[in-house]
């Protein structure tokens, strides 16, 4: 699924930033760039689906309806948003595209790991199953928010 998503991201962050910045801006359109970038999200997340489809089917089975939800993620949205509004060139909306979807794999990768551990747990009765997820969740959060250094200041 993380594969699927840094695929998509990067696709759409690429795909977006041409049909803006080659077709949308000189012909004044940059109006519509939010229902056109919907559109690329769109056919690039059926591109995926056909091509997970043609290469593995049993992986296509695995991830079922997740597949084709990757269309409404905000992640795919918000990034070529914010590349549009960064004004960020070609090769930085790529490698943008590619870390936020690295980024999203390792999430995804530890929440798998955490939910395995807390399946085991010996967590008290009223706090097993979604409870201690979001406890371990918001602990994940805050250790993440750490990457983002100390500044002293209230965010």
Known sequence: MGGATTFVLTLTAGCCYGVNNLILDPLGLSSLDLIVDIVIIAIAVQLVEILIKKISYDLYNALGIYLP??????????????????????????VYALGAGSGFTLVLTLFAAIRERLQIADVPLPFKGTPVAL???????LAFMGFAGFTGSAV
Not at 135 to 141: D, E, N
Request: proline letters at 0%; one cysteine or more.
């Open 69 to 94: 939800l990757i269309t409404t993620n905000c992640i795919v949205l918000g990034l070529v948003l914010l590349n549009v509004s960064l004004h960020h060139s070609f090769i930085n909306s790529i």
């Open 135 to 141: 406890i371990a969740a918001g602990l994940m959060s």
